[in-house]
């Protein structure tokens, strides 16, 4: 079983050959600069009981780590245990969503099911259908039928999901656009081009919206990695003029930017410069070439990375 691989223009579950997929809920106790913060937080009661907490999840963690199967569903019982016992009917809906997705995990479907359609309900009754754990609820039993094969209900509960935060928070919302990023994954799974950029197409409309300065609006993140992402779909679908626009806009963002978003734009030098081979513009493509090589040394010293892995 593996983790999910993360590319730079969405999520890719799976890869060629489509391996077992495992969500997990990663501990801040794993990042030096989490530890610091949890040990300032020691100096009040509700800090002391979270870092209490995050020492247990860590616990639990590396046990299954290695080879207790069963030790992150045994933390999750208890938390629901002791969620059923103080009567709070959020602190249930997100312990039955947690222990869903553990045995999820499992491959316990019938079981993970129940547990996470029950937390919907909780959700629902504190938070409303758009709420962030009824959204998340609707999420996870997509990804659920996901992995079992079941593509028609997966999408019906992502678009379950959308309608909500559509209905009850507005049509522009950020929510929205989170909602349209997972739809627009579960149709890059399923090869489905046109629905998925017609998702990232409203996703992007929506996060432009969200700054009121265009300035402001370029350089925000989820703006460029949308941005990034469109530009390869356009360029795979043959619209070369506007994915040529659309790289433009991410190299001028990016190029004097350092960190990990020097991965998005070598993968937009890459696109761009297959963008250009194809018309036959090989000296320009050349230039581009090189740049992603450069980057790519930086990225990947050891040459650990295939080059071809952005083409899958």
């Known amino acids: 079983m593996t983790r999910g691989k993360i ?32 040990y300032l937080f020691w100096f009040t009661k509700s800090g ?15 046990a299954r780590n290695k080879g207790d ?4 569903e045994r933390l999750w019982r208890e938390d629901l245990a002791r969620a059923e016992a103080s009567g709070n009917p959020l602190e249930r809906a997100k312990a039955l969503s947690n222990l869903g997705l553990e045995l999820v995990n499992q491959d316990q479907y019938g079981e993970a099911e129940t547990l996470l359609r029950q937390a919907q309900e909780f959700a629902r009754q504190v938070e409303g259908p758009a709420g962030y754990w ?3 609820a609707s999420n996870r039993l997509g990804w659920m039928c996901e992995k079992q094969g079941r593509a028609g209900d ?3 509960h992502f678009l379950e999901a959308l309608h909500a935060a559509e209905k009850d928070l507005g049509p522009e919302h950020h929510r929205v656009a989170f909602e349209l990023l997972g739809l627009a994954n579960f149709y890059h799974q399923h090869r489905r081009r046109a629905d998925e950029i017609a998702a990232v197409e409203r996703m992007l409309a929506i996060e432009e919206k969200q700054k009121n300065d265009t300035q402001s609006a370029d350089v925000s993140l989820s703006v460029i990695f949308a941005l990034g992402r469109l ?19 991410v190299i001028d963002q990016l190029a004097e930017m350092k960190g990990p978003l020097r991965s998005l734009l070598a993968s937009t030098y890459h696109g761009y410069a297959a963008l250009l081979r194809k018309r036959g513009e090989n000296d320009t493509a050349a230039q581009h070439e090189q740049q992603f090589e450069k980057l790519m040394r930086k990225i990947d010293p050891k040459g650990l990375i295939p080059r071809d892995w952005l083409d899958k």
């Open 7 to 38: 590319r730079f223009f969405g999520f890719h579950l799976g890869g060629k050959g489509r391996p077992r997929i495992r969500f997990e809920t990663d501990s801040p106790w794993r990042n030096w600069l989490g530890r610091l913060l949890l």
């Open 48 to 62: 002391r009981e979270a870092l209490r907490e995050t020492r247990r999840l860590e616990r639990a963690q590396n």
């Open 69 to 72: 199967k069963t030790a992150m």
């Open 134 to 136: 009824s959204l998340g």
């Open 154 to 156: 997966a999408e019906a």
């Open 231 to 249: 530009a390869a779909l356009y360029a795979k679908e043959g619209r070369d003029a506007e994915a040529e626009a659309l790289y433009w806009r």
